[in-house]
């Protein structure tokens, strides 16, 4: 995983092109954090103090200096959270710096279903239409719509938080009543009563009862579920009926990709240092076993394969379990476009194609800006970052820079720019290699051969 640089395959695939509405899925791992599909839509550079500037993808400087992109509201409506420097406030912004909400509030969210939930002057939240005009009553805390429903929170005194829904004309049509509640997915939400939790439909109808110690939202049908707190072998998946298709005695289950969980407990015969790894199986939607092989790992299933590991050698398992790649390498990234890194030896990477063949030979490697190491891709549009002695630029599928290796770091295009690190910390690209938010003078170029790792430049500086 590229730590801060990590993205979502399925997030860039959405983020190409930004609909005119948006609906939002809860967040994998999140109570009440909201997935909206929409990667970032406007460079912005900030400095070691945190100190930031925003840019139009033309390079002219938007906002003011100072202004900051608020995290994760990136919207399909195409604006995006900013607060303001002048006031501290935050409002929204179009990617061309207009101000479609002037900056006024303590705390905004992304706009889901056409809606926002924002935090006033007076802590009170609400939320507002896509032309900033407050449709509901004000809330002690507000949450992202999901599926037509924005989960709010009353505050009864002491510790006593109620919550319910509201629609999206800010009547309440599920009770706030409930001592927990989580987003709408699959047209159910987790309930807290009595100190279990279970799952409403969206007229608020108890479909599944309170039984569990903790839950999660519903992907694909199913949801995982615990039947106590303890971190021990007591984690199930269930059906839309409350029913267990896979029991609950696992330490850890996790959704893989479409129609696949992963199923888990600790390895029992490892004798290592430190935290003993999981040993993991594939199971269908219906809790059938699909790898009978255990692993310790599985990536993301593209293109018909899936990633896996185990004791440090990877290769990749198509939908049906079989092992389509062997075992045999020491680090591999996800298809993408047809095309995976793999590595043998850590360092240097190469491409492999979904028969296993090595179609860009191994002459990219792995070293980041401070000695981390990182896969090189996935391939975007045609192009991926690779690197080459301790920088980093783009090749096509050809395996040609065509964006030399100059950058200490870079990351896939994305809503057509990407991020690469400089000496005066990130800038941005544009796909034709353009700098949109940077001077030639802030990057510390190396003089380039003809053939930086043995691989030809189609763009030179």
């Known amino acids: 995983m590229r730590l801060m640089f990590a993205i979502s395959a399925a997030a860039t695939l959405m983020s190409a092109g930004l609909a005119s509405a948006q609906t939002c899925r809860p967040m994998d791992n999140s109570a009440v954090g909201v997935d909206t599909g929409i990667t970032d839509i406007i460079p912005q550079r900030c400095d070691q103090s945190r100190n930031c500037r925003i840019f139009a993808i033309n390079g002219q400087p938007i906002g003011e200096p100072g202004d900051s992109i608020v995290p994760q509201t990136a919207s399909a409506n195409g604006v995006v959270a900013i607060e303001a420097k002048r006031n501290g406030l935050q409002g929204y912004m179009t990617p061309d710096g207009v101000w479609k909400v002037e900056p006024q509030f303590k705390r905004t969210g992304p706009y889901c279903d056409e809606r926002a939930a924002v935090q006033r002057a007076d802590n009170l939240w609400v939320y507002l239409d896509p032309r900033g005009q407050e449709v509901s009553s004000p809330w002690d805390a507000a949450e992202a719509f999901t599926e037509g429903r924005g989960l709010v929170t009353s505050y009864k005194g002491g510790h006593n938080f109620l919550h319910g829904y509201v629609d999206t004309s800010g009547q309440v049509v599920i009770p706030v009543t409930f001592a927990g509640a989580r987003l709408f997915s699959e047209g159910l939400a987790a309930v807290l009563v009595d100190g279990k939790w279970g799952y409403i439909d969206r007229d608020g109808k108890m479909v599944i009862p309170p039984r569990f110690a ?17 971190y021990a072998k007591n984690s199930g998946l269930i059906d839309r009926n409350g029913t267990f298709v896979v029991e609950p ?29 999981l040993l993991s199986q594939l199971v269908d939607a219906d809790g059938h076993l699909v790898s009978k092989q255990a692993y310790n790992s599985f990536g993301a299933m593209m293109d018909g394969l899936m990633s896996v590991c185990r004791n440090e050698r990877c290769g990749f398992m198509d939908i049906k379990g079989k092992l389509a790649i062997p075992l045999k390498y020491k680090s591999t990234g996800d298809f993408q476009e047809g095309l995976a890194a793999v590595t043998s030896d850590g360092d240097r990477y190469g491409f492999i194609d979904r028969d296993g063949r090595l179609v860009l030979a191994a002459r990219y490697d792995s070293l980041g800006p401070h000695n981390e190491h990182f896969n090189p891709g996935p391939f975007v549009n045609g192009v991926a970052p690779a690197g080459c002695k301790g920088r980093w630029g783009f090749i096509d599928r050809t395996g040609s820079w065509t964006i030399p290796p100059i950058y200490g770091f870079a990351q896939p295009f994305e809503n057509n720019f990407a991020s690469v690190e400089i000496k005066t910390g990130t800038g941005h690209l544009r796909s034709d290699g353009s700098a949109i938010d940077f001077t030639p003078a802030e990057v510390d170029a190396p003089t380039l051969p003809a053939r930086p790792c043995d691989v030809p430049l189609k763009q030179r500086l």
């Open 249 to 277: 005695r696992y330490e850890q289950i996790g959704r893989i990709g479409d129609g696949f969980w992963s199923i888990g407990n600790t390895d029992p015969a490892y004798r290592g240092h430190g935290e003993p790894p």
């Open 214 to 230: 903790e839950v999660e939202a519903f992907r694909g049908g199913r949801a995982v579920v615990r039947t106590g707190t303890a």
